[in-house]
């Protein structure tokens, strides 16, 4: 069974404050995808990353995809009011007609202003 | 285009109710999905269809059936549900790039169940 753990999993801080959030898994996927939820709305995809060691930048947030294609992290620079939400990794195996995703545990940030 | 619209953006039904939830992507995706989400946790996986065929049920009760009339849209019809049924229902599509296959989400149905 695939499993992907988010740590933290809760987090508050100050505005400008930087943080980083894992999701380690023991499995190998082919894809991972970040996204940020907000109460009573979809989750909104912020990135993909598929190459092993893959750095991706989206403004002041920074996703890095482990060598081994088995964790990922996202780092936030100066957190904003507007980064607070549910952040949620997938990871998408190999194979198969369609690709289930297997989600992280997710990870509820607060930013206080 | 990604867009994933769903209807309606919230429900409210009793016990004995028979409502159906709405989903419409765009051209283009191969597959469609169906989460359940309580609040704070991850979506849960109800229902996939690939090419409008139903691939995959998560062990799903019968009070929930989907069903995809055509290659854009696709139902949740819901009935006798229970109270433990109240969460946000989300509607998903994939597309494939280069061997990457993304999904991307509808806004949801909130239901609440009395």
Known sequence: TQLLEQSPQFLSIQEGENLTVYCNSSSVFSSLQWYRQEPGEGPVLLVTVVTGGEVKKLKRLTFQFGDARKDSSLHITAAQPGDTGLYLCAGAGYGGATNKLIFGTGTLLAVQP | DTEVTQTPKHLVMGM???????????????????????????????????????????????????????????????????????????????????????????????????
């Open chain 2, 16 to 114: 004995t109710n028979k409502k159906s939830l709405k989903c419409e992507k765009h051209m283009g995706h191969r597959a469609m999905y169906w989460y359940k989400q309580k609040a704070k946790k991850p979506p849960e996986l109800m229902f996939v269809y690939s090419y409008e065929k139903l691939s995959i049920n998560e062990s799903v009760r019968s009070r929930f059936s989907p069903e995809c009339p055509n290659s854009s849209l696709l139902n949740l019809h819901l009935h006798a549900l229970q109270p433990e049924d109240s969460a946000l229902y989300l509607c998903a599509s994939s597309q494939v790039r280069a061997v990457m296959e993304t999904q991307y989400f509808g806004p949801g149905t909130r239901l609440l169940v009395l």
